[in-house]
């Protein structure tokens, strides 16, 4: 079974370019997360997807941050533009159930983007 | 805010059980126990998940204690693959159950 896709790897923009990740997850997931994360640091919720909708996003910078997952399946994230401290990793998560606790709630990360900016 | 609190960074000898705790002082009754690992320049792996009960799984085993105040992570048998940072997470249901991952432990395995 394949796991979670995430494309690009790796990154590097100057600064005020604008940049997109995307994610596919594992078929049949119906919820997909975005996650940052800073060198150091653990993963930091972003957004949250249950199908197409999303159902918790209020960690997302939404000045200059934007995802969309229009089919409920693949799901792309968006910064606009870009600044220095975007610098991170972005990873991309599925699961079968949205709570954690449900069975099927274990989430399963992608690789991530690593992104760098200039 | 993560409820949790984890040592910074542990270290085992190779073949040697690693035991790795946890805080969680302030989880409700209802509130779940999770395990995640990130390797190297990999995304986080999920290990195992508990409310009350000890659980066990083909990765490693979960202890609770009856307050569910701390609970240990063991692996049992270490190997060098398992040096990764181990994460400790109490999601509160007041934020909808996010998952809220710290700074976790930095296992190292030695040889």
């Known amino acids: 079974e394949a796991g979670v896709v995430q494309s690009p790897r790796y990154k590097i923009i100057e600064k005020k370019q604008p940049v997109a990740f995307w994610c596919n997850p594992i078929s049949g997931h119906n919820t997909l997360y975005w996650y940052l994360q800073n060198l150091g640091q653990g993963p930091e919720l972003l957004i949250r997807y249950e199908n197409e909708e999303a159902v918790d996003d209020s960690q997302l910078p939404k000045d200059r941050f934007s995802a969309e997952r229009l089919k409920g399946v693949d799901s792309t994230l968006k910064i606009q533009p870009a600044e220095l401290g975007d610098s991170a990793v972005y990873l991309c998560?599925?699961?079968?159930?949205?709570?954690?606790?449900?069975?099927?709630?274990?989430?399963?990360f992608g690789p991530g983007t690593r992104l760098t900016v200039l | 805010d993560a409820k949790t609190t984890q040592p910074t960074s542990m270290d085992c000898a190779e073949g040697r059980a690693a035991n790795l705790p946890c805080n969680h002082s302030?989880?409700?009754?209802?509130?779940?126990v999770y395990w995640y690992r990130q390797i190297h320049s990999q995304g986080p792996q999920y290990i195992i998940h508990?409310?009350?009960n000890n659980e066990t799984n083909e990765m490693a085993s979960l202890i609770i204690t009856e307050d569910r105040k701390s609970s240990t992570l063991i692996l049992p048998h270490a190997t060098l693959r398992d040096t990764a940072v181990y994460y400790c997470i109490g999601p509160e249901k007041s934020s909808g159950d996010k998952l809220t991952f710290g700074t976790g432990t930095r296992l190292a395995v030695r040889p």
């Open positions: 998560a599925s699961s079968l159930a949205l709570h954690p606790g449900l069975p099927g709630g274990e989430q399963f």
């Open positions: 302030t989880i409700s009754g209802n509130e779940y």
């Open positions: 508990g409310l009350k």
